[in-house]
């Protein structure tokens, strides 16, 4: 089975899409003027994505209870972890200042559009970021909402929700850290790059939702220590190719611009390392602001050897991870599964 089967995907979508036909209904009968609100919580969820998350859990899941249970009990805990993940990335979108997302406008930009438009008083830009803001919170409701739906015994769905706070606890700490970051970039370290990286994304993206997948089984304990071990090196080389994606990745890929990083001075570990290795002349470029042309600043990243760096540090994780599954307690069709992930999630073009 391939890591994304286009079956677990398509019923998740059906999962998100009725869930959300019904909230979405719920709140416009409140007020017509939640329309364009509520559509737009819509369609930030369904506009695309890997569903990397909702994948992990169900490996987690399917690791435990093994290839004969029925998974459409435990969709919509699954799905839930996407309407999780809209939240992150919309409020994500605001603090960075984002102007598109999967190759559409961002939230916060189109709100912003829609009260130019509709002619409202006050500055467009104040109205868009606290539109974001609430749509962002919707979707954290509602995967609070769907996650009740799972149709498993109390005491899993208790134990798997403890690994739900546990990761968004986690997530929040590491999207601050990343602030603080973006603030005091001259006191960043690789090492805290990688905590951030730990805490934002590794955590968020493959280590919870594993044992959160498992906790929905009922059991798990015995690959605990090999999913989060696993997860960590993972969830890390995703980052990563996240930071190479943010410098060298193609817009029409990835749906995003290329240099941001560059262009704000943000201290992945990318650009740290680059400063590391730099010459006296390289690093008087890639000090904040220093140089306009992004594209001439990614050559002097890339001329640097952080580019390589990052990739040897990719390739030493996912071994790391390989080398995980070789020894857990899983079997074969999983064990291939999240091997693929491991790579296929770690060297991508989006």
Known sequence: MPPVDGRFRAAIDTTLTEFLRHECALLESTDAALRPFAAQAHDSVLAGGKRLRPTFAHWGWRGVVGPTPAVEPVLPAFAALELLHSFALIHDDVMDESATRRGRPTAHETFAAQHVRAGRVGPAERFGTAGAVLAGDLCLVWADRLLARADVPAEALLAARRCYDEMRVEAIAGQFLDVLGDAEPDRWSVDRALRVARLKTAAYTVTWPLLFGAALSGGGAALTDAYRRYGAAVGEAFQLC????????????????????????????????????????????LTRNACADIEHLAKIVADTGAVAAVEAMIDNRVSAALAVLDEAPIDPTTHAALRDLAVTATHRWS
């Not at 190479?244 to 990083?261: E, H, I, Q, S």
């Not at 560059?262 to 992945?268: E, F, H, S």
């Open 242 to 285: 996240d930071d190479l994606l943010g410098v060298f990745g193609d817009p029409a890929v990835t749906g995003k611009p290329a240099g941001d990083d560059l262009r704000t001075g943000k201290p992945t570990v990318l650009l740290l390392l680059a400063r590391q290795l730099a010459t006296p002349a390289q690093a008087a470029h």
